[in-house]
């Protein structure tokens, strides 16, 4: 199985612009640029695409090891918090922050926390990741 993406980038550095597509479709000309990477611009920018990529791989992750311990999870909601920074030669990833909610009634909180951690090193988009992962869990019964 294979997956593409492409993206296409038009001028310098600063002042130019790209737009970024997928095989599937749902990335069709979405721009990105220097401002919206760095300046919070009009715009994705690849650390967003990380992120988003990342809470998805992680929630799926975490539905399958909650799913083998006997625990049905009616919602999960993640959000993947990715931190771009200054670091002296250029810039750099220095850490994701998983911030999970769980909607399964009935679950045991050390059932779940166990099933997150486990979860966090499953999911293939973490084990791609280069960098720090955090992790916080809330359950919701």
């Known amino acids: 199985m294979?997956?593409?993406?492409?993206?296409?980038?038009i001028g310098g550095p600063k002042e130019g612009r790209g737009e970024l597509r997928s095989e599937?479709?749902?990335?069709?000309?979405?721009?990105?640029?220097?401002?919206?990477?760095?300046?919070?611009?009009?715009?994705?920018?690849?650390?967003?695409?990380?992120?988003?990529?990342?809470?998805?791989?992680?929630?799926m992750a975490l539905s399958k090891v909650l799913s083998e311990k006997g625990i049905d999870a009616a919602r999960i909601d993640t959000e993947a918090t990715v931190t771009?920074?200054?670091?002296?030669?250029?810039?750099?990833?220095?850490?994701?922050?998983?911030?999970?909610?769980?909607?399964?009634?009935?679950?045991?909180?050390?059932?779940?926390?166990?099933?997150?951690?486990?979860a966090r090193e499953g999911c293939l988009v973490s084990q791609l990741l280069d960098t720090e992962i955090t992790l916080r869990t809330?359950?919701?019964n």
């Open 84 to 118: 771009l920074e200054n670091s002296g030669d250029g810039f750099g990833i220095p850490n994701v922050h998983l911030d999970t909610r769980i909607e399964a009634p009935a679950a045991e909180p050390k059932e779940v926390e166990s099933a997150a951690a486990a």
């Open 2 to 9: 294979k997956r593409k993406a492409a993206a296409t980038w």
């Open 24 to 59: 599937s479709g749902t990335l069709a000309n979405s721009r990105y640029s220097f401002d919206a990477r760095f300046e919070n611009g009009r715009g994705t920018n690849p650390e967003e695409l990380i992120g988003a990529a990342h809470a998805g791989c992680y929630s």
């Open 138 to 140: 809330t359950l919701v």
